[in-house]
């Protein structure tokens, strides 16, 4: 689903990816986990082409999102090719980014409308499955503003599906949520996980990482130190420095 080799980012002289790869199989759930500042946000935000990589390759269900020539530049295609193949993605971030002048339901049908031209009739019976799906099917007349953080969260990860995405990235969907909110969340992300969407999830929630993943990687200081099956990851880490993040984190 995802294959991305050698993947290098900086900022001006700020070197924030190190030759990172990342493999994502159909239905596969990978968690990404790290302390703040390791290049999570910046290599989900590459996989998606909100970013630009500066070397290295990514191709998206077989399709060549960027490849890299000898010298190590890299190499994108038009950006019609680049849209399509990033439409089969969708993206959750930490701050919901909902539009504050929408009801819930417009939220959900405004990307289905205005980037894939389809008519309201059309898109609304999926956005109201969508949105009982997460629980919320009686508040779709609602704005952001009257809805809690995890209820916000939830309208965000409908808003995601209603693109019809092969794949989904989260970016710390639960770290701007009061710890009881966190819940209603996770668990709306596990029933994604058990109706076997393709996942992207960069988390501090060991939990969720550890029974809902189904592979782990750790990233620190813009390389990818070590990663494999979940539950070999947390029982058994190799790395002197995971072995130091996790025991800072459990
Ligand atoms: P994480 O998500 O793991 O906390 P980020 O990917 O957000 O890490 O950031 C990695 C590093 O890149 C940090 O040092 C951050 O300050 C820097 N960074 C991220 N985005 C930008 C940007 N747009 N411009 C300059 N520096 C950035
Ligand atoms: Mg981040």
Redesign the pocket.
Known sequence: MIDAQHIR?S??A?E??KDVSLQVRPSEVVAII????????????CLNHL?TVNGGSITIEGQTLVSSDDAGHAHYPSDKEVKAICSKMGMVFQQFNLFPHMTVIQNIIEAPMTVKKMRKEQILPLAHELLAKVGLAEKHDFYPSQLSGGQKQRVAIARALAMQPDIMLF??PTSALDPELTGEVLKTMQKLAEDNMTMVV?THEMGFAREVADKVYF?DG?VMVEGGEAKAFFDNPQHPRTKAFLSNML
């Not at 790290?34 to 935000?45: A, C, F, H, V, Y």
């Open positions: 980012k900022f001006g700020l924030v990816l790290g302390s703040s500042g390791s290049g999570k946000s910046t290599l989900l935000r970013e970016d710390e960069v990233m813009g």
